[in-house]
């Protein structure tokens, strides 16, 4: 057997990644919650934290979060599965992405052309009688826009584990005679769980921080907690109290991490 | 495995082609040299034709950066890292960069071009003596509108926002000096207003304005309101210009209570290594004929009092942009409020943002 | 065996529906429409993204005598490269490392600390980057970016990484150590070809990641250097000139190519090693 220090050697990068990038900025982050505005040392931001401003906000960063995460689910889940069972389905899996790789900025300047009074929706909208409607600054365009950004990051996962699927495990249980949607919810979906709750965390997690859609798109009709930390960093300079949101939102992360964490796989 | 190593392969090369390319590219750029200048400025915010010129003139190759915020732009100049010879804030910004010691004072004697500019934009409150800076653009904030969309009525102060028939249809700027002015303004109260009373005054009397507010935006405003998104704006002058060269049926007012009066600066931070190619380009910015034709291409509203020959006529007599000097005098240039006041009016902008209809 | 599996594969295949095709297309549809929307307005004579006025290739020709643009381009593509590449391979290992680990606990606690750089707002990243190279005496420019987006790249290549691992049999790792792997024969023979689905997908998500970063980018850049995305965001204040649209479609294209190319390629080198390595 080897020793137990050529065994780890290979983890150094990524714990040495761990301890500069993750820790080193959370102690930053920590340390800079203790100042009030004025650069004392102080329990202040903390309080205001618990004002029912800010609890507000939180509410509403998680509504949108848990919504965002949901539809994103609802919309990935056959996606990803009618992806598997395309011809060049690796391909087409590429073309999900590819999108995702132009800037985002842009991409939101083309949705407040798609959804603007004067935009493609609201002339389809015209002629098929419902007439024109105010989409732009809506919770619906905000949720819109979200989703169509994460929904790659929740495909992937969702379609890596679905491709694995035994085709034999399906065959079986439709010859036991199972009907297409128990096959589903009692052999395809548990079997394709990991990849779902990785899409879930990858969609959820940045979605309670989003803070540039619900500007452009939302008209800052919706605030998450991710406005909030940036308008304290670059508006007001109060790197106290943006600290002191990114402090929660971590513990909120951590939480939630817990209830979706890794349990031990039954067989 | 192969087809991992392949791909690795693969950007690796494709990364080395690219790393050569950047180095060829850069080199016949020019950029190995030491005698640079690098300017730290907003995107798009200068003559492109005019730095070429500089170079040309001078034999100093320029360095191009930009920022989209004063306070990105402070950030970067405290951390230090980088070497920025020329930025260019806005007036509240001087005051705090002064007082954190960033900034580097010019010698006016290397910038005989500093007597073209209007003696009203001299000796400003942010910084008395220009020992600083030296104005590069100005402009104030005020109300762009649609006449097409609004026929009948007619918009010359903050009040007539709040008029009924205007439900839905007003996008304010997102930013809490400006929106929460529009408020103090419009209670006859100064801009610089520090009385918590008062802002709170303002937040409720900018509550009753929700029904109005269609959304509160940033720079994409001026796209929405060209494209009639919406038929009112509360936005700066410079943007106004840009809209109103959009789309014909725009017209611009000051509010008639009074508004705010901005100047983007041209100043040398500490993060400086060429000072003396710093002031060159100052006073070559400063030079009439350069400093028209940069108006010209950029359409903001110029301090350059010698400029104003050499620029057409209709632009410089349009009063919406070069107001009178008994319309100035009501307009207030921000103040550094200090943190603690600045604190204070953005968190009564939050939660004028939380309010909802 | 291979056969088998074909047929297999063929009889699913039969499966898809009309409406199952107008699903996806509709999917498709949604995800390019705002591409398509910038395409189509990189045409437009009139400078803005609307009102059409007339054909132009004006915005093009300019981009090509842009070379500042230029250099911002190649700079923004050998940072995503280089990045993704680096931080895939980082991810890669600590995603072995985390399954690795035994103890519920624990693994919870490094999975959270993964995570922290992806709920974090980009502002405090950034902010905390800058304050970390600095101290660090780390000249801003092109080593600083590069590291950044290693850094904030490698908790989403973990993620991808992770589910496909978890996946893997463990009996598998312990027959190959039966038979006499060594344990880089493992990682090699038995581990990475399992995982390599979602070792591509961690390194597209990081391509995604380090192509669209702004405010982390910008507080950690300096000394002329650039990426496209800042580029952009600056240009906001100003207005987005559609000389930017026709970069994009240009980009697109190119990229829609690459991929087109890539695929066929690996397509028929596996068809070429069908019989013998598959399963």
Redesign the interface.
């Known amino acids: 057997m080897?020793n137990k220090f050529t065994?780890n050697i290979?983890?150094v990068?990524?714990?040495l990644?761990?301890a500069?990038?993750?820790?080193?900025?959370?102690l930053?982050?920590l340390y800079y919650s203790f100042f009030d505005i004025e650069g004392n040392l102080s329990l202040v931001n903390y309080q205001k934290f618990f004002t029912p401003v800010y609890l507000k906000m939180t509410l509403s960063s998680f509504w949108y979060a848990f919504l965002i995460t949901l539809i994103s689910l609802i919309?990935a889940y056959?996606?990803a599965y009618?992806?598997t069972?395309?011809?060049?389905k690796?391909?087409?899996l590429?073309?999900?992405?590819?999108?995702?790789?132009?800037?985002?900025?842009?991409?939101a300047?083309?949705?407040?052309?798609?959804f603007?009074t004067?935009g493609?929706t609201n002339s389809f909208l015209e002629v098929i009688g419902i007439g024109s409607q105010q989409i732009l600054f809506t919770d619906f365009s905000f949720i819109f826009v979200s989703v169509?950004i994460f929904?790659?990051?929740m495909i992937?996962?969702i379609f890596?584990?679905l491709?694995?699927l035994n085709?034999?495990l399906i065959d079986a249980a439709n010859d036991l005679g199972a009907s297409k949607w128990t096959t589903f919810r009692r052999v395809i979906f548990p079997l394709t769980i990991?990849?779902v709750?990785?899409g879930c965390?990858?969609v959820f997690?940045?979605a309670?921080?989003l803070?540039m859609l619900t500007r452009l798109i939302a008209g800052n009709r919706v605030i998450t907690l991710?406005t909030a930390?940036?308008q304290h960093?670059?508006v007001t300079q109060d790197?106290g109290m943006?600290?002191t949101i990114?402090v929660f939102?971590?513990i909120?992360?951590?939480l939630f991490?817990?209830v979706t964490?890794?349990?031990?796989?039954g067989i | 495995?192969n087809?991992?190593i392949r791909?690795?392969l693969a950007?690796?090369i494709?990364?080395a082609l690219?790393?050569f390319?950047?180095n060829r590219?850069?080199k016949?750029?020019g950029?190995a040299g030491d005698n640079t200048l690098?300017i730290y400025n907003?995107?798009?915010?200068i003559d492109d034709e005019l730095i070429d010129r500089f170079e040309e003139e001078t034999g100093i190759k320029v360095?191009?950066?930009?920022?989209?915020s004063n306070e990105?732009m402070l950030?970067?100049v405290q951390?230090?890292?980088?070497?920025y010879d020329i930025a260019v804030p806005s007036e509240y910004m001087i005051d705090k960069m002064r007082e954190e010691d960033l900034l580097i004072p010019l010698d006016h004697s290397k910038i005989p071009n500093l007597k073209n500019i209007d003696e009203r934009f001299m000796d400003l409150p942010f910084d008395p003596t220009n020992k600083y800076s030296v104005p590069y653009f100005w402009g104030t904030v005020g109300i762009v509108y649609n006449t097409k969309m609004l026929d009948d009525i007619e918009i010359t102060s903050w009040s007539d926002l709040w008029d009924p028939a205007l439900k839905n249809e007003i996008l304010l700027v997102d930013g809490a000096r400006e929106v929460m002015g529009m408020g103090l303004n419009s209670l006859n109260y100064s801009l610089n207003d520090t009385k918590e009373e008062h802002l709170k005054e303002a937040k409720e009397k900018l509550d009753s304005l929700t029904p109005n507010i269609k959304a509160i935006v940033?720079?994409?405003i001026?796209?929405l309101i060209?494209?009639e998104e919406a038929a009112v704006g509360v936005v700066w002058s410079g943007d106004a210009a840009?809209m109103m060269w959009?789309n014909e049926n725009l017209d611009y007012v000051v509010p008639s209570e009074g508004s705010n009066l901005w100047f983007d600066n041209m100043v040398i931070p500490k993060t400086a290594k060429n000072v003396d190619a710093a002031h060159q380009f100052i006073n070559f910015m400063l030079d009439p004929e350069v400093s028209a034709q940069n108006t010209e291409w950029?359409s903001y509203s110029t301090p350059n009092k010698a400029a104003l020959e050499f620029m057409p006529e209709e632009m410089v007599e349009d009063e919406r942009f070069y107001p009178s000097p008994e319309l100035t005098e009501k307009l207030e240039v921000y103040e550094n409020l200090g943190k603690k006041n600045l604190a204070m009016y953005n968190d009564f902008f939050l939660q004028f943002k939380m309010h909802r209809k | 065996m291979s056969l088998e599996l074909e047929s297999?594969?063929s009889k699913?295949?039969k499966?898809?529906s009309p409406l199952?095709k107008g699903?996806?297309f509709l999917?498709?549809l949604?995800?390019?429409?705002?591409?398509f929307?910038?395409v189509f307005?990189s045409f437009n004579s009139g400078?803005?993204?609307?009102?059409f006025e007339s054909f132009t290739l004006d915005w093009y020709k300019e981009l090509f005598q842009d070379?500042?643009l230029?250099?911002i381009v190649?700079?923004t593509?050998?940072i995503a490269?280089?990045s993704?590449?680096i931080s895939t391979?980082?991810?890669v290992?600590?995603a072995?490392?985390i399954y690795q680990v035994k103890k519920?606990q624990t693994?919870?606690t490094?999975?959270?600390?993964?995570?922290?750089?992806?709920?974090?707002?980009d502002?405090?990243?950034g902010?905390?980057?800058?304050?970390?190279?600095?101290m660090a005496g780390?000249?801003?420019g092109f080593y600083?970016v590069l590291l950044s987006h290693v850094?904030?790249c490698?908790p989403?290549v973990v993620?991808?990484v992770?589910?496909?691992l978890?996946?893997m049999s463990p009996t598998l790792i312990d027959a190959a150590r039966d038979l006499g792997a060594n344990?880089l024969n493992v990682l090699?023979?038995v581990i990475?070809?399992f995982i390599?689905?979602?070792?591509?997908?961690g390194?597209?998500?990081a391509?995604?990641y380090s192509?669209?970063d702004?405010a982390v980018t910008?507080?950690v850049t300096?000394?002329?250097f650039?990426t496209?995305?800042?580029?952009?965001?600056?240009?906001?204040?100003?207005?987005?000139?559609l000389n930017?649209?026709a970069l994009?479609t240009l980009?697109?294209l190119f990229?829609?190519i690459l991929?087109?190319i890539y695929?066929f390629i690996?397509?028929r080198?596996n068809k070429a090693q069908i019989g013998g390595i598959r399963k």
Do not use: C
Request: no cysteine; net charge positive; aromatic share 14%.
């Open positions: 080897e065994r290979y983890m990068p990524y714990a990644w761990i500069l990038f993750v820790i080193a900025p959370i930053l982050v919309v056959p996606t009618l992806l069972k395309t011809k060049h690796q391909l087409w590429l073309l999900i992405i590819v999108p995702s790789w132009i800037n985002l900025l842009l991409k300047y083309a949705f407040l052309g798609i603007g004067y493609i169509y929904i790659p990051f992937l996962p890596n584990s491709i694995e085709p034999t990991d990849g709750k990785s965390q990858v997690i940045p309670l921080s803070f991710g930390i940036e960093f670059l790197w943006g600290s990114a939102l971590i909120i992360m951590f991490m817990s964490g890794t349990r031990k796989r | 495995m087809r991992l791909v690795f950007v690796v494709a990364s690219l790393l390319a950047i590219l850069n016949a750029e950029f690098t907003w995107g798009d915010y360095i191009y950066e930009t920022f989209d990105a950030t970067k951390q230090g890292g980088t070497t940033g720079d994409e001026k796209i060209a494209n840009d959009e950029v | 297999g594969v699913l295949e499966k898809i199952a699903f996806l999917i498709f949604v995800l390019y429409a705002p591409i929307f910038l307005y400078g803005t993204m609307f009102d070379t500042r230029l250099i190649l700079n593509l050998v490269l280089l993704s590449l391979i980082i991810g290992l600590g072995i490392a519920r693994k919870n490094l999975l959270s600390l993964n995570n922290v750089l992806i709920v974090s707002p502002v405090i990243i902010a905390s980057f800058l304050i970390l190279f600095t780390l000249k801003l600083s850094a904030f490698i989403i993620l991808m992770l589910p496909k978890m996946e344990r090699t023979k990475l070809p390599t689905p979602g070792i591509f997908a390194f597209f998500m391509l995604t192509l669209d702004f910008f507080f300096g000394n002329g650039t496209l995305s800042v580029e952009i965001y600056s240009l906001a204040r100003r207005g987005i000139s930017i649209n994009s980009l697109f990229t829609i991929v087109v695929y690996t397509q080198n």
